[in-house]
Nanobody, 124 residues
């Protein structure tokens, strides 16, 4: 069982930056691929970024490439999402998720554990 708690969301102007954190419980954090997803009102939850268990592999949605960076600190059981050059269309609830599989998934289905989400609002 893994419990995930996101933090770091808030209100920011377009062009600004935020760093989201996701703290995981348990001693097996390094056994999980960690992903970030987001969901805007009236839209489906969508993939943002994922990082593999050893941080060797990272993948990003095309919409955030070059602006967002995912990282992890296995000693602190924490995954981060650094978000730069934010746009109003980045406004959403951001969720972190954990997957214990072999591949590094970019879709919702394989993820076993989810946080409660943190709101990010980007004003124009």
């Amino acid at each position: 069982q893994v419990q995930l708690v996101e933090s770091g969301g808030g209100l920011v102007q377009a062009g600004g930056s935020l760093r989201l954190s996701c703290a995981a419980s348990g001693r097996t954090f390094s056994s999980y691929n960690m992903g970030w997803f987001r969901q805007a009102p009236g839209k489906e939850r969508e993939f943002v970024a994922v990082i593999g268990k050893t941080a060797y592999t990272t993948r990003y949605a095309d919409s955030v490439k070059g602006r967002f960076t995912i990282s992890r600190d296995n000693a602190k059981n924490t995954v981060y999402l650094q978000m730069n050059s934010l746009k109003p269309e980045d406004t959403a609830v951001y969720y972190c998720a954990a997957d214990g599989g072999i591949t590094v998934p970019t879709i919702v289905g394989p993820y076993d554990y989810w946080g409660q989400g943190t709101q990010v609002t980007v004003s124009s």
